[in-house]
């Protein structure tokens, strides 16, 4: 099928979402049974890590790690976000910097001032977003950032949506005091997160078993094996320890001079879609095949260009004395090897 497709169901009992676009699972969202990112704590601080300049806090759901805790005293009571999945046996991720996040706004409580994505260029769009964001912001000390999202929306959906995320954001703010741990606002599931960033336009199938029709879960399959094949390029494969996520590429039968930048450009391309639905993070190391060190620039240019598109923060951190590159990519999302056992 060609073009884009969001198809909203279930695996193994779990919410989930795929996109697919031209008939290739391109995202894929599954529930992870684990605190959600997004989700607001009144949280209670425990005690510093020394050393590490953060702060171990007590929430609802156990223990969490607060990263800059400078200024924060056993006791004290902290509004935090969940920004991440935490590995097993280690403390959930937080910020003290909370936001709230539709398909076309983002209120900052703790960030004042009115912005406007950057990716969106015509001035006259611009001057549209300013005002809109003027008349629904009026009297209202919270930050506002409109996402490129509003590019082609309408005004009103824009306004209504502004004016949700303040509302929002005033009713979990006025719930912040408070001596004992507690859940002030629950993170988006798979099925409102898929609304909220997938925004391109699509078709959107809702349908119990949409994931069987639509060749999902044949995809899933695929993605539970290390080996990806890269075509006439070679392969590659990904798997993934506790300390790091390794890829290792192969030329195949290709024993040319150009075979190694070859492949490793065809990695380069497929890379992220594949750390993306599978879930992975954290330290990637990739062992790439052969290549002269002046091609190695090729390379990187060609990473850096297909990261461009990818949701997930990543990193380009170099290459090692081995010959490796790294890559340190945030752990927005459960391996999916975990969360489909």
């Not at 009103?156 to 979990?172: C, P, R, T, Y």
């Not at 741990?181 to 798979?190: F, I, R, V, W």
């Not at 494969?237 to 150009?258: C, F, H, K, L, P």
Request: charged share 25%; net charge negative; glycine share 10%.
């Amino acid at each position: 099928m060609k073009g884009r497709l969001i198809a909203l169901d279930h695996v193994q009992g779990r919410e989930a979402a795929a996109l697919m676009v031209d008939g290739r699972l391109d995202d894929l969202l599954i529930e992870a049974g684990k605190p959600r990112p997004g989700t607001i704590y009144r949280a209670i601080a425990d005690r510093p890590l020394k050393g590490q300049g953060g702060m171990i806090l007590n929430s609802p759901d156990g223990a969490a790690f607060l990263r800059h805790g400078k200024g924060i005293a056993p006791g004290d009571a902290l509004l935090v976000q969940v920004t991440g999945y935490a590995e097993d046996g280690k403390a959930v991720p937080v910020t003290s910097k909370v936001l709230f996040k539709s398909r076309f706004a983002i209120v900052t409580p703790n960030a004042p001032g009115r912005n406007i994505s950057r990716s969106i260029r015509d001035d006259d769009v611009r001057d549209q977003l300013a005002e809109i964001a003027h008349e629904a912001m009026e009297g209202c000390e919270y930050g506002l950032i409109l996402r490129s999202s509003c590019a082609e929306a309408d005004a009103d959906d824009i306004a209504e949506d502004v004016a949700s995320m303040v509302e929002l954001a005033g009713q979990v703010m006025a719930a912040a005091v408070g001596s004992e741990p507690g859940m002030l606002l629950e993170g988006d599931g798979p099925h409102v997160v898929a609304w909220r960033e997938w925004t391109e336009q699509a078709a959107v199938e809702t349908s119990e078993g949409s994931f069987d029709d639509h060749g999902v879960l044949d995809a899933l399959e695929g993605l539970t094996e290390a080996k990806v094949s890269l075509g006439t390029s070679g392969s590659m494969y990904i798997e993934s320890t506790r300390a790091m996520v390794a890829v290792d590429v192969n030329t195949g039968n290709d024993t040319s001079m150009a075979a190694g930048l070859k492949t490793n450009l065809a990695v380069a391309k497929e890379l992220p879609r594949q750390l993306r639905t599978r879930g992975l993070g954290g330290q990637i190391v990739l062992d790439l095949a052969p290549m002269q060190k002046k091609e190695r620039r090729n390379f990187e240019g060609a990473l850096r260009s297909a990261l461009r598109s990818d949701p997930m923060e990543t990193a380009l951190v170099g290459w090692t004395p081995l010959g490796h590159f790294e890559l340190q990519r945030k752990r927005e999302r459960v391996p999916l090897s975990e969360v489909l056992k």
